[in-house]
């Protein structure tokens, strides 16, 4: 068992033991290979703060704990009652995932604090990793006290200097702003995860972990380079009702030499509770595709009509395609009645009359698709909440095993709650665990925020939460860049339902067939910003375990790029970030039953980088099959060029990999 390092300025003598109060305290706790060390400080008025370094150097300086209620006074000056100290190295799985195994090692101590000068009583447990830290408060059931509102978590971040910092503006609904990359001394008001890089190199990310019954924290500036917790508001203003026993989120800091580091963290999954499913045979990775994109580039409606796309023959058509390409489901939306009446029943139940639900189902059946249904509640969470289980039945009954949520409302859901706030921390909640008692895995946009809560519930598969492909068929769209800040900022929390995989990068296929959303002829020049290859290496990248190969399905009949998505695995064993900057490039492999596949992106700068292939077993040949961009390709001027090359490799050899200006370059070995 690796050294932990407990030393106590006052008289402790074991590490659990009942402890003098109104003494000053300096605890520390190391991680396991001794990088990091997180020190508890009290000073003598009982204003407890917590300190953290890497080798000696300062992460983040001394930084408040604490909390406001209402009609209670704050929580802020402590004793220490007790600490508790454990060593901990378990080894888990998951059901799918980036990786299979999953390693927990990390030292713990339990602080018990008493309220100074009275009776409340609140534990602080800490965790120290080697990849970060994370800790969270517990209330314990005490006397005379049931129910808190929590009004303020003083819980503070105070990093010693100006770090250079990725982020996107606070909203307690929508999580589709621009990622912005300013000094820290910038940052206002974020959600989290917020990511920094020190003028050491440390890379840091700030988020939470586990985010149960709870309000969502978002980071506000409270003097340089200092963030504090702010919990999204129910509409009267309070943050957190609750009956005790409470135990907060995990406040995260995650701690990386690199990027790659940062990446490659299992931080936020080591610190959710374990699966609650007994039964996880129904929850399957898959590909899919669907109607969706034809109606965002405004060649579909949602609506009824001539240009309605979720039509019987055209759903037939798509089912076709996915059983013969290896994809594995088909989303219909817009399969509904009601879009535009919102709040009825139809909305969430009845097929629009084009569209013979029935029929659709049992060919996708008979084919071997997966149909993934889709409910759009426009933010009407009672509404949806009391049709949720006869909608969830009557999937169950036609076999449809996915659902599609989405929460379009960007002033927050109709009743004035926000996306991001207690309530709608449990509402997604409630339909997770409704859909896992009808075996139904989801795929939620506007969603929460992803603190990693699929590991307890692993039918919570990807959801949206940041600027997905959408937003390139009718706005300005999303750079090379962008999709290079994803892996070390929003994929933090988890699997993104980004959809990529668009061929037709300028929708020229399209022209003059294209509507806005009043139905007037599309002027917008619009399109993807990056090369076709790039959008293959993006499906690998873009970690979601239900990936959409979103392009329309005429775009993809007889395109040879095609066969690397008919191939790609969605379910690994294992994943690794080999070498990344953020912003710039990134290189990443992930395995499944001796299969690799691997990609990697740049920004808007060609650039070449090499890949050594010793992660292959030894003493045997593979195959790589490549696809990459053309010589002359390049994001603006020839997107779509691309070339399939086959090399036989073994783990001696090392791939070069020239990736045009916003390109990327996606790789499937296999065994020879
Ligand atoms: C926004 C979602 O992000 C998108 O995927 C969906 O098509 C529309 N809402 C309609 O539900
Ligand atoms: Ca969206």
Redesign the pocket.
Known sequence: MKKILVTLMILLSTACSPIATNQTFNLSINSPDNHSTVVLVQQNNGETSYHVTRDEKTVVDASQLGFTFKNMPPLDKFDIVKTQQKFTKTEWTSPWGQNKHHQDEHNELLVELKEKDGDRLVNLRLRVFNDGIGFRYEFPLQNNITDVVIMDEKTTFVLPEDNDTWWIEADYDSYEKPYQHTPLSQVKHANTPLTMVAKNGLHISLHEAALTDYASMTLVSTGPNSLKAKLVPWQDGSKVKATLPLNTPWRTIQISPDAAGLANSDLILNLNEPNKLADTSWVKPMTYMGV?WE??LGVGT?TTGERHAATTERAMKYIDFAADNNVGGVLF?GWNKGWGEWGKREAYVVPADDFDLQKVADYARQKGVNIIG?N?TEGRIEAYESHVEEIFNIYSDLGINTV?T?Y?AEKGFINGEHHQGQYGVRHYRKIVELAAQHKIMINA??PIKDTGIRRTWPNMMTR?GAR?G?WNAWSEGNSAEYLLILPFTRLLGGPMDY?PGIFDIDYSHFAGKRYNWHGEPQTGDYRVHTTLARQLADMVILYSPLQMASDVVENYEGHPAFQFIRDLNVDFDSSFVVEAKIAEYITVVREADDVWFIASATNNTARTLNLALDFLPENSDFIAQIYRDADDAHFQTNPEAYQIETRVVTRKDTLTMALAAGGGQAIRIIKK
Do not use: A, L, Q
């Open positions: 969706w109606i965002h949602w939306e889709h759009e599609k989405g379009v946009h506007e949206e997905g959408e959809t």
